[in-house]
């Protein structure tokens, strides 16, 4: 984060206040009297007078970047109904070239009324978001004068400018702006559903009042994305207690099997229906395969739910002899505090391991082709359980372009053979990563890899490639990725 006095020197360069046009302005749209258009203009806050209305540090500011804003997005409503923009798909409108104001648009040529503006954001030329309007209640909605929404009052005839206070968007958690990301990301189209129930001491079951919180990664010092959102319950009129499913929208994922998201799922007193509780939590980590087979296969499936039970397996209340808030019953390690995304497990530590290696492989040549292994998962990822021959599959015609070996010696080292198809064929470029298992589960921290983006040539038929993991004690299973480009090379006279 940058110091607050060169936050400052951009707010000397960003801060404006902005006046009506002319009507005559250029390419003004046709306008009828009896409706009236609306324009926007954003201003950036001077931070200097109101830091005092906030708590927050100075060095938790937002950093600003000196981009030149092109277009907004913006949610206008009248009373709860979206009328230009919706939440999951802003309306854009450009700004006027060289200004930040915003350009005359049909859509916002409006019947009189009274409006709101729900969401302002402004991006750069490359569709970034560089300043975010905050929200009433928002952590940073204490820097600004006027926070969302904003009430607008429009009159027949009338052309309205309304001006917008914005602070600059660093790319953080985009709650402190008050704002859920899906609203800024609008390629969103996964949603995840949770249902709960708790028994009690008697072994009496109840519908659940809970809350949960959502991060990024695979912990809870990933990107907020919810927290402590609190499912609806309530009484039917006959007497009955009822809590409803919470489904909530979350970003998609490239890779099916990561674990990208992690929640925590807190139990809740609910006075009502079974009273005081202790306030066990739960908690566990999704995948984007997790989240697809909660729907059906066509739009007559119903969708199912996370369904998580305070409960043992025999109705008793939980019991966590280790205290980290994983029960017992799906606990693999009762004993040991552990973490969700390791079964209820501690977690493998290993220092002084240097980071896996990565190198973009970028356009192939003619005649050179990507290969991987046999059966691997979207991750590249395969589960090893014994010493094995695995083909390596060429990626575009399926067909095996050569055989990868590996084995685990009595010394708990991993030998891998990497050998190509054909005599004439050669490996220009390889990656390989061994990854330990941890309770049946690929370690993310526990991994070596050996990296080679441009293997020496060699007249005749290239050997095979041999590399020896053991930085690590390894035992079976392991989880393997290999990847290679390998080129064809045709004899003369073919």
Known sequence: MKTFSLFLAYLSVFTLIFTSCSKDESGSINSDPEKATVSFGAIVNDLVTNSAASKQSMGDLPDCSDDTPAYVRIVLMQGDEEVVGTSTSPHRVDLVAGEIFTVEDAELELEPGNYTLEHFSVYNS???VIWLAPRAGSNLG?????TLPIAIDLRAGVKKYVDVPVLCFDNREVNQYGYLFFELDTNVALTYCFFANYCNDDGMHYPARYSISIWSGNNANGVAIYTNETNFTGQHNNGDYYATP???ALPDNDDLDEEYLYYEMTLLDWDENYGDVEQVMMSGTITKREILANFGDSEEDNVEYEHVRFCGDDGEPLNDTDGDNIPDYLDQCPEEAGSASNNGCPAKTCPGLPAVCNFNMGTLPADCYLTVLEG???GGYVKIESAADIDLIQTIIGEEWGKVNV????SGSVMISIDGGLPTDRIKSYQVIVAL???DNMSYSCRESQCNA???????DQPAIELTFDGLSYAYPIYLQVSTVTC???EEGE
Do not use: K, P
Not at 454 to 460: K, P
């Open 488 to 490: 064809e090379a045709f």
């Open 376 to 378: 691997a998962n979207e």
């Open 437 to 439: 298992s941890e309770h």
């Open 407 to 410: 084995m685990i010696s009595e």
């Open 126 to 128: 490359d569709d970034e």
């Open 454 to 460: 441009f293997v020496e040539d060699v007249a005749g």
């Open 142 to 146: 204490a820097y600004v004068n006027t």
């Open 246 to 248: 919470l489904c909530l």
